[in-house]
T-cell receptor, first 112, second 115 residues
Framework: DQQVKQNSPSLSVQEGRISILNCDYT??????FLWYKKYPAEGPTFLIS???IKDKNEDGRFTVFLNKSAKHLSLHIVPSQPGDSAVYFC???????????WGAGTKLIIKP | NAGVTQTPKFQVLKTGQSMTLQCAQD?????MYWYRQDPGMGLRLIYY???????DKGEVPNGYNVSRLNKREFSLRLESAAPSQTSVYFC??????????????FGPGTRLTVL
């Protein structure tokens, strides 16, 4: 039973355009969400996060949107650059819990 | 400041062999984690240590043991390796301040193959 789902295994986007990565969750107790980025042969690195008290968080080219009623979040990258090609993981954390629940990841390919 | 380091980077074992994966962090973090990542799946938590001296099971602990040797080091042991344990193993650490929102920092991973 996957509590965090990333339904698109891969996504291909033209350089300079917007990349939109999606994530759905089932547990309404989740109240903190994170996006991590992973390059081949490296560990994941933190990208951006959002608390359930917000519906948007922005950091440079990266914006995360949270729709609590739909249990859906998305990561927007504008404009997309070749260095953004990586696997992106969505993760969620329940209140007062040390553990993160991870999605399966979406491989983003930025085409020149 | 090396962050989180893991050894070895690669390992091939035969079924039934044992081995220990080593992890160390130099960021003075309180909490440490061991995950495995399998193709088409997200990271799954094997064990974690919220603070020095404590360890707890995660989602997939069977077949593994851990030791929090000190604040810096957290090792993962496979006593009798099985092909189902073929995976990429990641160690992570986290400050674990009063806010549970602080992020986890990951090592580069150990790619383990069990024949």
């Amino acid at each position: 039973d996957q509590q965090v789902k990333q339904n698109s295994p891969s996504l291909s986007v033209q350089e300079g355009r917007i990349s939109i990565l999606n994530c759905d969750y089932t547990n309404s107790m989740f109240d903190y969400f994170l996006w991590y980025k992973k390059y081949p042969a490296e560990g994941p690195t933190f990208l951006i996060s959002i608390s359930s008290i917000k519906d948007k968080n922005e950091d440079g080219r990266f914006t995360v949107f949270l729709n609590k009623s739909a249990k859906h979040l998305s990561l927007h990258i504008v404009p997309s650059q070749p260095g953004d090609s990586a696997v992106y993981f969505c993760a969620a954390s329940p209140d007062s819990n040390y553990q993160l629940i991870w999605g399966a990841g979406t491989k983003l390919i930025i085409k020149p | 400041n090396a962050g989180v380091t893991q050894t070895p980077k690669f390992q091939v074992l035969k079924t039934g062999q044992s081995m220990t994966l080593q992890c160390a962090q130099d960021m003075n973090h309180n909490s440490m984690y061991w995950y495995r990542q399998d193709p088409g799946m997200g990271l799954r938590l094997i064990y974690y240590s919220a603070s020095e001296g404590t360890t707890d099971k995660g989602e997939v602990p069977n077949g593994y043991n851990v030791s929090r040797l000190n604040k810096r080091e957290f090792s993962l042991r496979l006593e009798s390796a099985a092909p189902s344990q073929t995976s990429v193993y990641f160690c992570a650490s986290r400050v674990m301040s009063a806010s549970y929102t602080d992020t986890q920092y990951f090592g580069p991973g150990t790619r383990l193959t069990v024949l």
